[in-house]
């Protein structure tokens, strides 16, 4: 029994091998006695997707980018629309000499076409606070025309036989003016976020200057309380004046300017089309030249005294 030899280690090997061995519990290092920090969480690499743009500009240099391509735009705009205000009245100043179209007749597509061109062009311009200045620029340069050939500081025939009823340059100085003097307040006033402006130039543009052609052509049976108006032309420019204004009004909601509830802005503009009819039909032009040609009644008084004696 005694020659049998035990597996089992000795206890002296055992206590060797332990001392050999690193507790676990103890740092290598003073360095380890630091804790790390956990680690970053790293990104979804999207391979299909797009990263997103960083412009190189400066916030003040895209501002100042911005502004200037803003200035460009409304600069090159309105000198667009000008070149084709201008080149609309010369159109229909050839068509006149040439006695191709009647002086009337060209009178008043000139006065329907010009504000409708200049209300369609708005949306060519930017979305900035001072592009409405820039559009006033074309009336704007209209007027001063008008008043420069009006008081005969110039002379320009085509010009007064294309605007004007008797061909006189004085007639520029009344209908023609007040007509841009109203394209630049709706400009400056309303613009394109209000719905007024657009329905009042489409009245004064278009149902007024359609009335007055048909008027002319078809007006045989009068107002009664004017004769200088007919029914032909009132209940066409009712028709007319309703159509074109509803027509400008889905041209501004489908660019996005204005968001209307259509089943009340037909009724209104239909009811506008109405009042703006009958103070067409009134009249104010003969109550107008009764209050030039009377204007004092003391004068009046002594005229009749001296047919008395």
Same mark, same amino acid.
Request: charged fraction near 15%; glycine fraction near 6%.
């Given at each position: ?11 002296? /090997? ?9 507790? !676990? ?8 006695? !630091? ?13 299909? @997707? ?17 502004? *200037? ?7 090159? *705009?309105?000198?667009?629309? %000008? ?11 050839? %068509? ?31 979305? !900035?606070?001072?592009?409405? =200045?820039?559009?006033?620029?074309? #009336? &704007? ?31 520029? %100085?009344?209908?023609?003016? =007040? ?7 709706? $400009? ?28 002319? @052509? /078809? ?12 029914? $032909? ?6 028709? /007319?004046? /309703? ?11 489908? &660019? ?13 503009? *239909? ?13 104010? !032009? ?11 009644? #003391?004068?009046? &008084? ?8």
């Amino acid at each position: 029994m005694s020659l049998l030899v035990s597996t089992r280690p000795s206890l002296s /090997f055992r206590l060797n091998f332990n001392l050999l061995r690193r507790p !676990t519990n103890l740092p290598l290092s003073s360095a380890s006695l !630091t804790p790390k920090p956990p680690p970053l969480p790293t990104p979804p690499l999207h391979i299909l @997707r797009r990263a997103p743009y960083s412009s190189p500009c400066t916030p003040r240099a895209a501002s100042t980018a911005a502004t *200037a391509y803003s200035i460009l735009r409304d600069s090159g *705009a309105a000198a667009a629309i %000008l070149a084709g205000a201008y080149a609309l009245v010369s159109a229909f100043d050839f %068509l006149t000499r040439r006695n191709l179209i009647e002086q009337s007749l060209s009178r008043k597509l000139v006065h329907i076409l010009s504000g409708l061109f200049f209300m369609v062009s708005w949306p060519i311009f930017s979305t !900035t606070t001072e592009a409405r =200045y820039f559009a006033c620029l074309v #009336p &704007l340069v209209n007027c001063l025309r008008l008043v420069i050939h009006g008081l005969s500081l110039a002379s320009d025939e085509g010009l007064i036989k294309s605007v004007t009823r008797e061909g006189k340059p004085e007639e520029l %100085l009344r209908g023609p003016l =007040y007509y841009v003097l109203i394209l630049i307040l709706c $400009a400056l006033i309303f613009w394109r976020e209000s719905p007024v402006g657009v329905i009042s130039l489409a009245m004064m543009c278009g149902g007024d200057g359609i009335a007055d052609i048909i008027g002319r @052509r /078809f007006g045989f049976l009068k107002i009664p309380y004017n004769q200088q108006k007919s029914w $032909a032309g009132s209940i066409s420019m009712f028709i /007319f004046g /309703f159509l074109i204004s509803i027509g400008m009004l889905q041209y501004y909601s489908v &660019l996005g300017y204005l968001h209307l509830d259509w089943v009340q802005t037909v009724q209104k503009v *239909a009811l506008v089309s109405l009042v703006a009819t009958v103070v067409e039909s009134l009249p104010t !032009t003969e109550l107008i030249q009764m209050g030039y040609s009377r204007p004092f009644p #003391p004068q009046n &008084l002594i005229v009749d005294k001296q047919d008395v004696h």
